[in-house]
């Protein structure tokens, strides 16, 4: 690890959308003109050196902190291995997407607070910048207090509007058993006690909409980045659209999708969608969505090495260019998030960088996260 670095002899991507022959400086965590009288000289010849990925939401994080039911690992041991796992696959800024609900267990807002205390106090640990999005299930209210706090932290989390409570209920009214059991099993609760709590914080269903209005405005007078989880419909996007939230995350849907990218919005959709050839829950497919110029960010989701490979996927194809499938992973969900300081290789840019390996299946080769470099051999 350095912080003055000179990547040399590489074929790098322009701003402009080209790859170009030269050398990219580094010093002090950013992109510079010439290189430091310090700097190693790192040979990039035969690969490509591209900006490092931003990862709007992902949670494989949740694996690694219970990688089984009933099964807990200490948070400095299970984080350090995610920060490895972003590095490795060419992510130097992760969004982590941290569910707050009225579940008890790994999303309840115990776990909530207890993940973002300790996150706060082993950031300066890490290589790559983790950062939150908080997904905030809203029919949890006795959250909105914790979350007001939360978007006053630096970096400030982005926030996420998921409703999954209201397909819990179809779930249960549908008897379906398997489903419930595992999100109990997950909760760490039998499935009566499940069905108890899910049947309780159903009779919430009447303020919901009250307490959106009321945490999305509470976001908007602070800047927050807000996102609105799997919409179905186009009305649903024009609502979000006018509570503030500019992103659409994961629709369900075309005209969403649509709706959003014609208003100049983004829409995130998922890596693995691409990589797999399709959603695994039958909704909306990624790369048909990105061959009909209905998605302009991918997410990690829930497997961090899917934004690498989903990039070499539409590459492969003919789908996209290289240029156009890495705005999908870098310069875009930047953008999204409000992050003017990375995305693109510029002079005084944030120094994040993927050194990329395209001559057969890629291989990630270096990893530079804010001027400190990983390298995975050459």
Same mark, same amino acid.
Do not use: K
């Given at each position: 690890m350095t912080?003055?670095?000179?990547?040399?002899?590489?074929?790098?991507?322009?701003?402009?959308?080209?790859? %170009?022959?030269? $050398?990219?400086?580094?010093?002090?965590?950013?992109?510079?003109?010439?290189?430091?009288?310090?700097?190693?000289?790192?040979? +990039?010849?035969?690969?490509?050196?591209?900006?490092?990925?931003?990862?709007?939401?992902?949670?494989?994080?949740?694996?690694?902190?219970?990688?089984? *039911?009933?099964?807990?690992?200490?948070? *400095?041991?299970?984080?350090?291995?995610? $920060?490895?796992?972003?590095?490795?696959?060419?992510?130097?800024?992760?969004?982590?997407?941290?569910?707050?609900?009225?579940e008890p267990g790994a999303r309840s807002l115990a776990a909530g607070r207890r993940f973002m205390a300790e996150l706060q106090a082993l950031a300066p640990r890490f290589m790559a910048d983790h950062r939150v999005q908080l997904r905030w299930e809203t029919f949890a209210h006795d959250a909105i207090d914790d979350i007001a706090d939360w978007l006053t932290l630096h970096p400030t989390p982005a926030l996420a509007f998921n409703d999954h409570t209201t397909s819990t209920l179809e779930t249960v009214k549908a008897g379906d058993h398997h489903k419930l059991n595992k999100w109990a099993q997950r909760a760490g609760v039998t499935l009566e006690q499940y069905l108890a709590q899910v049947e309780a914080v159903g009779q919430r269903a009447p303020e919901v909409p009250a307490k959106i209005r009321e945490v999305a405005a509470l976001a908007g007078r602070q800047g927050v980045v807000m996102l609105a989880h799997d919409e179905w419909t186009g009305a649903e996007r024009t609502r979000h659209r006018d509570l503030g939230m500019r992103v659409s995350e994961f629709p369900l849907a075309r005209e969403v999708a649509a709706d959003a990218m014609a208003g100049g919005e983004h829409v995130?959709?998922?890596?693995?969608?691409?990589?797999?050839?399709?959603?695994?829950?039958?909704?909306?497919?990624?790369?048909?969505?990105?061959? %009909?110029?209905? +998605?302009?960010?991918?997410?990690s989701d829930y497997y961090y090495p899917s934004l690498l490979h989903a990039a070499e996927r539409l590459v492969e194809s003919g789908l996209r260019s290289l240029d156009e499938a890495w705005d999908l992973v870098s310069r875009n969900p930047a953008a999204a998030m409000g992050l003017d300081d990375r995305g693109t290789l510029e002079t005084g840019r944030r120094a994040d960088v993927a050194v990329v390996d395209c001559t057969g299946p890629w291989r990630l080769v270096h990893t530079v996260a804010g001027g400190k470099i990983v390298s995975f051999g050459g």
């Open positions: 912080t003055s670095v000179s990547l040399t002899g590489g074929q790098v991507l322009t701003p402009q959308g080209d790859l %170009e022959a030269a $050398d990219l400086h580094i010093a002090d965590g950013r992109v510079v003109d010439r290189p430091a009288a310090d700097a190693l000289h790192i040979d +990039c010849r035969g690969y490509h050196v591209l900006p490092g990925i931003v990862d709007v939401h992902g949670d494989a994080f949740e694996l690694e902190l219970h990688p089984r *039911p009933g099964v807990d690992i200490a948070f *400095p041991i299970a984080m350090a291995s995610v $920060d490895r796992q972003l590095l490795a696959n060419g992510i130097t800024t992760a969004f982590h997407g941290l569910t707050v609900s009225w995130v959709m998922g890596g693995p969608n691409v990589i797999r050839g399709g959603s695994h829950t039958g909704a909306l497919s990624a790369e048909e969505a990105i061959g %009909e110029g209905l +998605c302009s960010v991918l997410a």
